[in-house]
């Protein structure tokens, strides 16, 4: 089976938006890592579970993991399958960047 172009092209847009969410991610986790330490961070997940992340994590790295793996699993939708799979994974990143956001403004 041949890539789908459609969905490589969009895949190459998307991963340059979790490049910026990467690095966000790991200065928000080096900041939780301090909060631990000052013994502020008392919770046990970024994302509640209704988020429509799969992922319960307590650091936003492993949510960025889950993200990378539903745009590397584009490559493999079908033209028809691509408007259905697409609209989680750009809920997902959209929830990232608000929180990562949020997060950087506030620690």
């Not at 631990?36 to 961070?41: E, V």
């Not at 008392?42 to 209704?50: L, R, Y």
């Not at 408007?83 to 929830?95: C, D, F, G, T, Y």
């Amino acid at each position: 089976m041949t890539p789908n172009t459609k969905a490589l092209a969009l895949q190459e847009k998307l991963n340059e938006s979790l490049k910026e969410i990467y690095t966000l991610s790991l200065r928000a986790d080096e900041q939780i890592e301090q909060y631990k330490k000052d013994d502020q961070g008392k919770f046990s997940a970024i994302f509640q579970k209704d988020s429509g992340f799969n992922v319960q994590a307590d650091h936003f790295l492993p949510y960025l993991i889950e993200v990378s793996e539903d745009v590397q699993a584009l490559a493999d939708a079908r033209d028809e399958e691509l408007p259905a799979k697409l609209q989680p994974v750009l809920h997902k990143i959209q929830l990232m960047s608000e929180v990562l956001q949020k997060f950087h403004e506030i620690a």
